[in-house]
Every structure is written in C-alpha cells, then in structure tokens.
C-alpha cells in the first residue's frame, strides 16, 4: 500500500533562518507531487507540484522552493524565512488519472517568530 | 474566475443530528468535485468523489449531491458522531486539472 511521510511535524523558526521541509512517497512509483500551503479560515494554496524528478512547477511567486531529488522525495526550502512564511504546510501525492483523489501527509505546522 | 464557496464556514450540532453541509462553484469547464476530510492538525482524506453525471453518492453516514446546472454540491452527515469533528473541505477540478479549493466547514459535534 502507498504511504506518505512528511517532517518534522512541527517547526518553530527565527525570521532570516533557512526552512526545510521533506516529504516521501512509498509504494507508488512517478506519482505527482504537490506542496500545499493551509492559511487559518482559507482554502489550501498550491505552491509547487512536480510531474517528475527535477521538474518543478510554481504557482505563486514567494519566498519558497521546491526540489525533487528522487522520483518519490519533495523537498521544500527556503534561504531566509519570512514572518508570513508561517502557516500549515502539507505534501500530497496524486496519480495520473484525473479523478484520482490526492493523498495527504500529516503536515507541518510552521511558525516563524 | 474560478472560485469554491462553502458555507457554513462553522456548524456545532450535538451528537446524533443530522446535518448538511454546502458547496458552490464557479469553476468552468468543470471535470469533478471532491470533498475531504480534514482532522485538525492532520491532512485532509478524501470521502467522496462526484464527476458530471452523478447526483448522489453515498459513503456510510456521509451522502453527497450534485447538481452540475446550479453548479452546487452538498454533504450530509446523518446520526453524527464525536468523531465526525473535523474541516470538510470541498475541492472542484477544473480546466488543465486544474483544483480549486474551498475554505472549508469547520464542524463539531458536542454529546
């Protein structure tokens, strides 16, 4: 069965410091990859998605970004954080059909003080 | 411009009521509309799935609708549970595969 795993769960971080976040997909192979961002009170914001290893796309200009090392592995970092860089930050898997569902991992609740 | 509303964005009922939760889309062309569990602090999970020509599908407790001419979908939870306490997401795929989300339905059910 495919599994998604992603760390640390929580992260507290001074502004100026570098982020990164990790993500791993098991049981599946070539899966889409997505990292989303969860504001209090709104809707989750795509901010990256990858087809395929070294294939990043972005949808929002910001302060982040996205590496695909490996066919299951998502990487999102950061050089300087920024205060609004807090939220609740989730990777997810999808396949390739268009009614495939995505596939969550636990998330990352980042604050940035 | 493509958009998802849901409402209400919170509901509190007691435990073993039935309740329904909304969902509005503007998302042209539209190709299927999903709605997710979210547990607080966790990923959202997926209940149900609805593409053009299905009106209703039932998942245990949880049914949902979809009317594709008002562009409107529905979730409804009968004989809640403590555990049914979570965000209800409802997420629309549109052009170029392209999801929209919406804001969610934060609901929690009291004994």
């Known amino acids: 069965s495919q599994t998604i795993h992603q760390w640390p769960a929580t992260l507290v971080q001074p502004v100026g410091s570098p982020l990164s976040l990790e993500c791993t997909v098991e049981?599946?192979?070539?899966?889409?990859l997505y990292w989303y961002r969860q504001a209090a009170g709104r809707g989750l914001q795509l901010l990256f998605y990858s087809v395929g290893i070294g294939q990043i796309s972005s949808e929002v200009p910001q302060n982040l970004s996205a590496s695909r090392p490996q066919d299951r592995q998502f990487i999102l970092s950061s050089k300087k954080l920024l205060l609004s860089d807090s939220g609740f930050y989730l990777c997810?898997?999808?396949?390739?059909?268009?009614?495939?569902?995505?596939?969550f991992g636990s998330g990352t609740q980042l604050s940035v003080l | 411009k493509n958009q998802v509303e849901q409402s209400p964005q919170s509901l509190i009922i007691l435990e073993g009521k039935n309740c329904t939760l909304q969902c509005n889309y503007t998302v042209s062309p539209f190709s299927n509309l999903r709605w997710y569990k979210q547990d607080t602090g966790r990923g959202p999970v997926s209940l149900t799935i609805?593409?053009?020509?299905?009106n209703t599908k039932s998942n245990g407790r949880y049914t949902a609708t979809l009317d594709a001419d008002t562009k409107q979908s529905s979730l409804h939870i009968t004989a809640s549970q403590l555990s049914d306490s979570a965000s209800y997401i409802c997420v629309v795929r549109g052009g170029y595969n392209k999801l929209i989300f919406g804001a969610g339905t934060r609901l929690a059910v009291h004994p």
């Open positions: 609805m593409t053009f020509s299905e």
């Open positions: 997810a898997w999808s396949g390739w059909d268009q009614n495939e569902k995505l596939f």
């Open positions: 049981g599946t192979s070539n899966p889409n």
